[in-house]
């Protein structure tokens, strides 16, 4: 009964209980820390350009690529607790496809791991930032209809023991979980697009009126 | 050593047996019974890399969960791609889905620059959630699951602590 192994055992399960009863405590007691804050963001610009897959070698073929500027402003403040290991916080863009095959399609554009020390800034405010990771369509294009694209900000808490959390930043304005609708399309080319052809409406508009001017 | 194992009478010695294999079925039934809670074939796994540093550590307890049809991106997923024995935990950066029954992903993983295709099959390019994605991440303990890295990095340990937890409880006078 008291041999030195028993006391070794009943030590060592003592110690097992405690660590893990308190690892159980600190899990449940970070549910009810509250997490909301809010973000604003929009979209600078889009450029499509052509590009290949990925870095390893002969694989990639070429195919379009969609680079994209953004602005982001939120406060990270409240997800941070004594339980908290670090924000993993990523912007997403949602859009449209091929209807068939891949429809609905959403990639992480941008990201940034904020560890819970003293040194980390929690306020953000980025402005003109570029977007991490350009990214290709499944299907190698995107696709030509519909190209409504959203975006997102969402985070995923890291714990030092637990249930990691995940959860979306609502927009400060309208409350909604979409910061920006924008359209996947080049906004140079669509600028010199809605330039060339205003330029072209107003050559059929003075056009017409002469010759409506002569037929008077 | 051998004097006491000898001293013990059969039936005693067949009782500790019996109490060792029945600690042992437990522990199996547990981890099945856990596997179909979660439709996981593997609910709880050891982290084996660095790559998701800093959020996992290797050695860290992650339990899974596979009953979602869907891996959002964001979700930490562990994968298994078909032909490769590693199970890797990365996160998912991209996720394509539509009329096809299965949904595509790809992954990278926190600490990686790049994402995750140099890791896949030849000539894959992304994952497929239905077979190759074994559960997402929900709940995590660090550093408690190092002892089964020893194991595997030492085979010799394993001998010794079977040989010592079997000596232990067939020397167990109680």
Redesign the interface.
Known sequence: MHSSSTRFQNIFSFFTTVAFTVAGVIALSSFVFPTHTTATGSIRTVQIAPGRQNQYGTLGRRQEFAHIKFDLHTDLTPLFHYNTKQVFLYLTTTYPGDSNKYANNTVIIWDKIVPNNAKSKTKLALKNQRAKYPFNDISGKFASGDRKAELRLEYNIQPHVGALVWGTIKDADTGSNILADFVLEDTAKAIKSKKSGKAKADAEATKARETLKEDL | MLASLAALRPRQLASQILSFALVLSTAFMLWKGLSLVTNSPSPIVVVLSGSME??FQRGDLLFLWNRSPDA?????VVYNVEGKNIPIVH?V????????PYT?LLTKG?NNH??D??LYAR?Q??LNREKEVIGS??????FVGYVTIMLSEHPWLKTVMLGIMGL?VVLQRE
């Open positions: 800093p959020a959002k991106v964001g979700e930490i996160r950066v991209r996720n394509h889905q539509g009329g096809l595509k926190d790049a994402d295709v140099e000539g390019f992304y991440v929900v709940g995590y303990i660090p232990m």
